[in-house]
């Protein structure tokens, strides 16, 4: 066994479309699925990654593009969905109880926050938007590549630990 750790790492760009949102919600799907992760998780990272490159489609302002990066390490699923658009004042959205449900606004954030285990959002204005969502995972240890996941830990770096949620 080498030092080496083994992870998954998706990056991509797209451009600001609505047919963006289908196809990065497939891409992370499948990456998931062909190292072993658990249907479940599959279902929670694919609807939150959803919320965030929707926001970027809704929100973002005139940006051409948008970058979404995906890594999975051995217990974890980290997502960095990144806009260069005007940015937005998520402290201004309730993410409590009170927030109506059929509301416009705030209602992605509030389902981001409860798919994954730890959302944060970084943003200023006119420079853009940094959406950063980590899931713990389960793998199905009957799929070959999962047994690549379970080799190692995770990269420096890919924890979630110690980082806090602006908005929790």
Do not use: W
Not at 69 to 84: C, H, I, K, P, Q
Not at 159 to 167: D, E, F, H, N, Q
């Amino acid at each position: 066994m080498t030092d080496e750790t083994f992870y998954v790492e998706l990056s991509l760009q797209l451009p600001r479309d609505r047919l963006s949102v289908p196809l990065i919600r497939h891409l992370v799907g499948q990456a998931m699925g062909e190292v072993g992760v658990v249907e479940q998780d599959i279902a929670d990272v694919g609807l939150a990654v959803t919320e965030a490159a929707a926001n970027v489609i809704d929100h973002a302002g005139t940006t051409d593009a948008y970058r979404v990066t995906l890594t999975l390490s051995f217990d974890l699923a980290e997502l960095r969905v990144v806009d260069v658009g005007r940015g937005f004042d998520y402290q201004s959205l309730a993410l409590d109880d009170d927030t109506d449900a059929n509301g416009e606004r705030g209602r992605g954030l509030k389902l981001m926050h409860a798919l994954v285990d730890q959302a944060t959002f970084e943003s200023n204005p006119e420079q853009g938007t940094i959406v950063r969502l980590a899931k713990r995972l389960q793998f199905d240890q009957s799929v070959p590549a999962s047994r690549l996941m379970r080799s190692s830990p995770a990269p420096a770096g890919c924890s979630p630990a110690g980082r806090r949620s602006a908005t929790t």
